[in-house]
């Protein structure tokens, strides 16, 4: 779990504004969901058998005995939320979007935290492949958005509860020739959750999942329907994907379409993002057969490769006005200035304490201060006030009174705007 200090703000404003106005592009309202929620929410819809569930969630009891988890990922707790406020009753589908913490209690390596934040959206309320379509376009979208340009979309279908257990049985029957020689996780994957033995990072297991029978060999007249129709708009949108028929996903909700955007440079960190159908989860947590279809990045491994392609984000806004003061009564003057300049709407900043004007000048140019505004004694006799440009280091003397006019005119000068615009 990690401290995000000032210096990583600008990063995290950015991937969220991000976020956020692709979301009005396409008309997803944001919906916030409480950190806590009930265990049972997460076990039933991503059910038992998934190292989400199985290993990694937080869960206590509170002091009524309640047994609760801290939230492993959103679509559960955005489709409780869906059932609980009657959002069934409006037109459907609706289309939620959220940002937040997640937790999992995973190994600790690089890419994976124990509490990590996502930007996910969900269209909750209808089966059509063109929503699949949609919710991967839109992922596209926004990762182009931020400025990153490495990465892949992969698109399997897993099927429905129709068509996936004669998979699941064939798979079985395939991997029962290999088991003595499955790394010891896919041993127990063959028992729990036999579709996660595609998805095993180890070389071996690779090469032996390669060779597995397909998902998409299985499906039922209308999961294939479905993914061919999805892979048509996708097409007609020129959204690139590459099929890939290893791909399953680590929660259980979903069916049909799963897909996962990956770094081209395939990292430990994973993928920046997934999601896919589930058009069983809701019936899951005791409702009318609901569709839904969504997806979630992982806003750390986001920035993480932001940094690394060396993409430019708009710096944090710098201070424009830091006040140094010298003695008492200067003191008091700069208390009563900074508010002046705050109620004309100029980021400001003062010095605290007894510092030189050598250490203020210091503090001032770590800030990013354009301007600073220095009152010493003999300014105050005079009532006027030291205005030094950061810049260029030029100083000039203007009377108390002026200060807030000239920094506007200033600004406003420097924004190329007439002095009245502002
Ligand atoms: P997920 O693939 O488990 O899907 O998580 C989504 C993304 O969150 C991952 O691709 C990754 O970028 C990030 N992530 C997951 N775990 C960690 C971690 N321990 N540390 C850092 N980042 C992590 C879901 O959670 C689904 N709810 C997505 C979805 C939405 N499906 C349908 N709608």
Redesign the pocket.
């Known amino acids: 779990m990690s401290d995000i200090l000032p210096p990583e703000q600008p990063l995290w404003k950015y991937v969220k504004e991000k976020a956020a106005s692709v979301c009005d592009l396409y008309g997803y309202q944001p919906l916030n969901t409480p950190v806590i929620e009930d265990a049972g929410l997460f076990t039933h819809a991503v059910a038992g058998g998934t190292d989400?569930v199985d290993k990694e969630m937080y869960i206590f009891k509170d002091r009524g005995g309640q047994e609760l988890a801290l939230r492993p990922?959103?679509?559960a707790p955005v489709c409780r939320a869906y059932l609980e406020h009657g959002l069934f009753n409006l037109p459907q589908p609706v289309k939620l979007y959220y940002i937040g913490a997640?937790f999992?209690y995973?190994r600790p390596q690089a890419?994976?935290?124990?509490q990590?934040h996502?930007f996910?959206f969900?269209a909750i309320g209808d089966a059509s492949p063109f929503l699949d379509a949609e919710i991967i376009e839109m992922a596209q979208r926004f990762l182009l958005s931020l400025g990153l340009r490495d990465f892949s979309i992969h698109l399997n279908s897993i099927g429905c509860r129709t068509c996936r257990p004669g998979y699941v049985s064939a798979l079985k029957r395939y991997y029962a020739s290999f088991e003595g020689e499955l790394c010891p996780d896919c041993k127990a994957r063959l028992e729990r959750n036999p579709l996660r033995l595609l998805d095993c990072k180890k070389r071996h297991c690779q090469e032996i999942a390669e060779a597995a029978p397909r998902t998409t060999a299985f499906l039922c007249p209308d999961c294939l329907a479905h993914f061919e129709s999805l892979q048509e708009c996708l097409n007609i949108l020129k959204t690139p994907f590459l099929l890939n028929h290893r791909l399953v996903?680590?929660?259980d909700y979903y069916t049909r379409t799963v897909f996962?955007v990956q770094p081209q440079e395939e990292t430990s960190q994973?993928?920046?993002?997934?999601?896919?159908r589930?058009d069983d989860l809701i019936e899951a947590l005791g409702a009318k057969p609901t569709a839904g279809?969504?997806?979630?990045?992982?806003i750390?491994?986001l920035i993480s490769n932001l940094r690394e392609q060396q993409v430019n984000v708009p710096p944090s806004p710098h201070i424009t006005v830091f006040l140094a003061s010298l003695g008492a009564e200067a003191r008091k003057e700069s208390l009563k200035l900074a508010s002046v300049l705050r109620g004309a709407e100029i980021a400001t900043m003062e010095s605290a304490g007894n510092k030189s004007l050598k250490s203020q000048l210091k503090q001032a140019n770590a800030r990013g201060s354009s301007y600073t505004v220095i009152l010493g004694e003999e300014e105050m006799k005079s009532r006027t006030a030291m205005l030094r440009d950061m810049k260029s280091g030029e100083q000039r003397l203007v009377p108390l009174s002026q200060v807030v006019a000239t920094l506007r005119q200033t600004r406003a000068l420097e924004r190329g705007q007439s002095p009245g615009d502002t």
């Open positions: 989400i990922e959103g679509t997640s999992r995973e890419g994976r935290y124990r990590h996502q996910g969900e996903r680590g929660l996962e994973g993928a920046l993002g997934g999601g896919g589930y279809v969504g997806f979630a990045a992982g750390e491994r």
